[in-house]
């Protein structure tokens, strides 16, 4: 079993940036970010493999950028130019099954910590 905790969000005004972190309590494959607006499923934003293959929705594609270290176990998003639409409870999610392809969550997940882009 792994534990995530993130940190990082917050209220921001379009635009603008937000950088989230999860710290995982043990070793894991893949690693990444979803989120869910209210209203909405859950969605992949960004994953990443231990090897720093990365996969990104196509609507943050440019703006969002993921990164890990794994020496730490942890994982960031670092978020540029939000926008509104990016509003939305984001949670760190963590696979320790070895081998599955990026776009699939695993069975680890965060609390969650919410973005808020104001207009």
């Known amino acids: 079993q792994v534990r995530l905790v993130e940190s990082g969000g917050g209220l921001v005004q379009a635009g603008g940036s937000l950088t989230l972190s999860c710290a995982a309590s043990?070793?894991?494959?893949?690693m990444g970010w979803y989120r869910q607006a209210p209203g909405k499923q859950r969605e992949l934003v960004a994953q990443?493999?231990?090897?720093?293959?990365?996969v990104y929705a196509d609507s943050v594609k440019g703006r969002f950028t993921i990164s890990r270290d794994n020496a730490k176990n942890t994982v960031d998003l670092q978020m540029n130019s939000l926008k509104p639409e990016d509003t939305a409870v984001y949670y760190c999610?963590?696979?320790?099954?070895?081998?599955?392809?990026?776009?699939?969550?695993?069975?680890?997940w965060g609390q969650g910590t919410q973005v808020t882009v104001s207009s």
């Open positions: 043990g070793s894991a494959n893949n």
């Open positions: 999610n963590a696979d320790l099954v070895r081998g599955r392809p990026l776009g699939y969550s695993g069975d680890y």
């Open positions: 990443m493999t231990r090897g720093a293959n990365s």
